[in-house]
Nanobody, 124 residues
Framework: QVQLVESGGGLVQTGGSLRLSCTAS????????MGWFRQAPGKEREFVAA????????YYADSVKGRFTISRDNAKNTVYLEMNSLKPEDTALYYC?????????????????WGQGTQVTVSS
């Protein structure tokens, strides 16, 4: 069992930056490929970014490529999402997730574990 807790959300102006963090409980954090998803009001949840167990491989949605960076620190059981050049359309509840393989994010297999989410609001 893995418990995920997100933090770092908030209100930011267009063009601003935020860094989200997700800390996992348990000793098996490094065995999971970690990812971020988001859900805006009235819309379906969508994939944002994912990173392999060791951090050597990453995968991004086209909408955030070049603006967002996912990273992880296995010693701290934490995955990060650095978000730059934020746009109003990035406004959403952002969720952290843990999956067995990075390929699960690519092939749209639902991750096994989810956090509760942290709200990001970008004002125009």
């Amino acid at each position: 069992q893995v418990q995920l807790v997100e933090s770092g959300g908030g209100l930011v102006q267009t063009g601003g930056s935020l860094r989200l963090s997700c800390t996992a409980s348990g000793r098996t954090f490094s065995s999971y490929a970690m990812g971020w998803f988001r859900q805006a009001p009235g819309k379906e949840r969508e994939f944002v970014a994912a990173i392999s167990q060791g951090g050597g491989a990453t995968y991004y949605a086209d909408s955030v490529k070049g603006r967002f960076t996912i990273s992880r620190d296995n010693a701290k059981n934490t995955v990060y999402l650095e978000m730059n050049s934020l746009k109003p359309e990035d406004t959403a509840l952002y969720y952290c997730a843990a999956a067995a393989f990075l390929a699960h994010y690519v092939t749209h297999i639902n991750p096994a574990y989810w956090g509760q989410g942290t709200q990001v609001t970008v004002s125009s």
